[in-house]
């Protein structure tokens, strides 16, 4: 069993930033590529970044050049931070492998932008 962990969310005013972490167990986080995902009630799940092992990343439209995804192999732990937040990014985020894996959804870090 994977433990998934999210942290790092909390409120923050528009135009404000964010750093959330997720750490995990296991080996298995240094070879694979991790991403990060977010979901507001109702809605499906939408992906946000991704980043290999190479360090190269992607992210999604909502999200591109705002914000920056990183990871320590060495900590097995991965990074999303964002910049000009905006009410619109409000949601549970989480992350998971890439494309992502049933066990690994942890319960996720809620972010709530307020205008």
């Known amino acids: 069993q994977v433990e998934v962990v999210e942290s790092g969310g909390g409120s923050v005013p528009a135009g404000g930033s964010l750093r959330l972490s997720c750490t995990t167990s296991?080996?298995?986080?240094?070879?694979?590529?991790m991403g990060w995902y977010r979901q507001t009630p109702g809605a499906i799940r939408e992906f946000v970044a991704a980043i290999r092992t190479d360090g190269s990343s992607w992210y999604g439209a909502a999200v591109k050049g705002r914000f920056t995804v990183s990871r320590d192999d060495a900590k097995n732990t991965l990074y999303l931070e964002g910049l000009n937040l905006a009410p619109d990014d409000t949601a549970v985020y989480y992350c998971?492998?890439?494309?992502?894996?049933?066990?690994?959804w942890g319960p996720g870090t809620q972010v709530t932008v307020s205008s």
């Open positions: 998971n492998p890439n494309p992502p894996r049933p066990h690994y």
């Open positions: 296991g080996q298995i986080f240094k070879i694979i590529t």
